[in-house]
């Protein structure tokens, strides 16, 4: 069985750092690209970050560029994403998802697996 399994989130106070984790069975990295995507009720999922093994190169959007970090243990079969600076605009549930395709995952965030959600809260 396919599975995504997101871990690490928690309750933080703003300026703090987590790093959430996604596990990857049933199927390896090595032909996918892997995105971080977070959603709040009210707004529509966005993009975060994505890595790439075969292109060898990673993406990141504007509003956490500097502060958020994607990288991949393929022994582990393992993404993560490393957030400092944390603010109270980061609070969100956090999902990870595996696509063949770049384009389609970072561009329309269809995919064709994803985890269940972690949920990531900034205190004030």
């Known amino acids: 069985e396919v599975q995504l399994v997101e871990s690490g989130g928690g309750l933080v106070q703003a300026g703090g750092s987590l790093r959430l984790s996604c596990v990857a069975s049933?199927?390896?990295?090595?032909?996918?690209?892997i995105g971080w995507f977070r959603q709040v009720p009210g707004y529509e999922r966005e993009a975060l970050a994505c890595?790439?093994?075969?292109?060898?190169?990673?993406y990141y959007r504007d509003s956490v560029k500097g502060r958020f970090t994607i990288s991949s243990d393929n022994a582990k079969n393992t993404v993560y994403l490393q957030m400092n600076s944390l603010t109270p605009e980061d609070t969100a549930v956090y999902y990870c998802?595996?696509?063949?395709?770049?384009?389609?995952?970072?561009?329309?965030?269809?995919?064709?697996?994803w985890g269940q959600g972690t949920q990531v809260t900034v205190s004030s």
């Open positions: 998802a595996a696509d063949p395709q770049l384009l389609r995952l970072w561009m329309t965030g269809n995919a064709d697996y």
């Open positions: 890595i790439s093994k075969s292109h060898g190169s990673s």
């Open positions: 049933g199927f390896s990295f090595d032909n996918f690209v």
